[in-house]
């Protein structure tokens, strides 16, 4: 069931991957010329690594741009199946409902990682025709940290990779669950919608609530200690960024991940698989 | 299994949809080899019980037993095993030829080969070599094809709904060739359909949905059989 709905999945999906290629490419385009702005001091040189890492902490496109065009490359991938009747072929060929979901977890386990990975790529291709040099002074509050602490950009993309997987991880069986409850993967984005708002008057308004902020999450810079960085140690730091780290970033995705998972096998195990309910 | 199992038993069933009450106190026994027809009208819950026997959908009551195994949600949502199936129109991935698709789906359970798939296809009058899409295929091939599908992988039991859609002569004669030789070797069918002598030239027992349960025709007057369609 898993290689043959992993087949399926990107055979379908073919058109919707080449989209999502092409604006990440503009996305990576866009933030070239955006990103230094935060952060680099007048006169000095933009590196590949502080372009990498500030695009991929860049509010614009983790706050709105990744969570939708995620959005839209799984939400669909169980409705599409029972709106076509082409479910009917796959469960008159499984033993259990159970095999069937675990098949469409695992696809938005692959496709989470391959995201990140093209996303990343991208960005380094950019990086690469635009002749930003990858060697120089480091000045994003990531790379820096990182780097003075006597760490390596191997660490900071491990972690750069938790984060983001695991958020798009959870992105992904949050709009398979909303889509499998109200029968349309439209509402996945009404969904989404919500958390870009939560998470924009967050990263805007109120860091006190970026422990609660699901997108906030996948946003690396915002991060203690990198946040404190980014101040330049100037402001005291609240209670509440102090516990904002990596390590709580992830539990307090996998939580959220589990819970969704949960309530979207729950729900399909009992629900009409044809007709709409 | 023996001879005289019943493969299918449903007791009691009842199903609502949107808080109507669609079948009611439906009971049904199959046993190996058996053909039951189940005629209706529109609307009447025909469709509506192949689907709660694949398990797309679970009863408000009552059991539906597949060889031996109930079909309920339980803990991780129990589907029933060697059941082949073709409800309403057949929707395949439109981009792959025919071959295609059945290897793709024969794939999920891995019990049979190439051979066995292009004996399916051939028996409903396909040709395994012909490489176009199904998206160039005539409602007629689809349905040839949704009915190889069906069963290619040697079900017990057969769900067919109105198998002999946009089907022509040939098709249909295909069709009855191969429900009666799996017949022969002890496969039972439920056909859903409209056409009466579709029905009555296949079926050993034949059955109607109506007030929301299911009645054997023959059981039925006379008068009221004629008018069965």
């Known amino acids: ?277 | 299994m023996r001879k005289d199992e019943n493969i299918l038993v449903i007791k009691g069933l009842e199903k609502s949809f949107k808080g109507q009450l669609i079948l009611q106190d439906v009971n049904l026994s199959i046993s190996k080899g058996e053909i039951v027809g189940i005629v209706g009208s529109n609307g009447s819950g025909k469709t509506t019980l192949l689907k709660l026997i694949l398990g797309l959908s679970y009863p408000e009551k009552g059991d539906i037993m597949v060889r031996g195994k109930r079909v309920f949600p339980g803990l991780l949502g129990d589907l029933p095993t060697r059941v082949g199936a073709l409800i309403e129109n057949p929707t395949f991935l439109p981009q792959f030829s025919g071959i295609k698709n059945l290897t793709m789906l024969a794939s999920i359970r891995k019990e049979i080969g190439k051979s066995d798939i292009e004996n399916a296809m051939k028996e409903m009058g396909l040709d395994p070599n012909n490489k176009k899409a199904v998206s160039k295929y005539s409602l007629g091939m689809r349905q040839r094809l949704g009915i190889a599908q069906a069963i290619m992988e040697k079900p017990e039991l057969v769900l067919f709904d109105e198998p002999t859609n946009g089907l022509d002569s040939d098709g249909v004669e295909l069709f009855s060739k191969v429900v009666n030789r799996m017949k022969a070797e002890g496969v039972s069918f439920i056909i859903v359909s409209h056409r009466k002598d579709e029905i009555d030239s296949l079926c050993d027992t034949i059955y109607k949905i109506e007030n929301r349960g299911l009645h054997k025709v023959n059981e039925y007057p006379a008068s009221f059989k004629e008018n069965v369609e």
């Open chain 1, 1 to 277: 069931m898993i290689s043959f709905n992993l087949k399926k999945y990107f055979y379908c999906s073919r058109k919707k991957w080449l989209i999502a290629i092409i604006v990440l490419l503009v996305l990576a385009v866009i933030l070239k010329y955006i990103v230094g702005y935060d952060f680099l001091p007048v006169g000095k040189q933009l590196t590949l690594w502080d372009y990498i890492f500030a695009s991929l902490s860049y509010p614009f496109a983790m706050l709105l741009v990744i969570p939708l065009l995620y959005c839209y490359l799984v939400a669909d991938i169980i409705t599409k199946d029972y709106e076509g009747g082409y479910v009917t072929f796959l469960l008159s060929r499984s033993s259990c409902r159970l095999e069937y979901f675990l098949s469409k977890v695992i696809i938005i386990f692959v496709t989470s990682n391959i995201f990140f990975f093209i996303y990343l790529m991208i960005l380094f291709l950019v990086g690469l025709i635009y002749g930003i040099p990858s060697n120089g002074a480091s000045y994003f509050t990531v790379t820096s940290t990182i780097l003075e602490s006597g760490g390596t950009i191997f660490n900071a993309i491990i972690m750069q990779y938790s984060l983001f997987v695991t958020l798009l991880y959870l992105l992904g069986i949050l709009s398979v669950t909303v889509s499998l409850i109200f029968n349309k993967s439209l509402y996945s984005y009404i969904f989404i919608a919500g958390l870009i708002l939560h998470g924009h008057n967050t990263v805007f308004n109120n860091h006190n609530n970026l422990p609660y902020s699901p997108l906030a999450q996948g946003i690396m810079s915002f991060h203690y200690p990198f946040y404190y960085r980014g101040l330049n140690n100037m402001t005291e730091i609240s209670e509440s960024i102090q516990r904002f780290s990596i390590g709580y970033s992830i539990v307090y995705l996998s939580l959220l991940l589990f819970v969704f998972f949960l309530v979207g096998f729950i729900r399909i195990r009992t629900m009409n698989l044809f007709l709409k309910d």
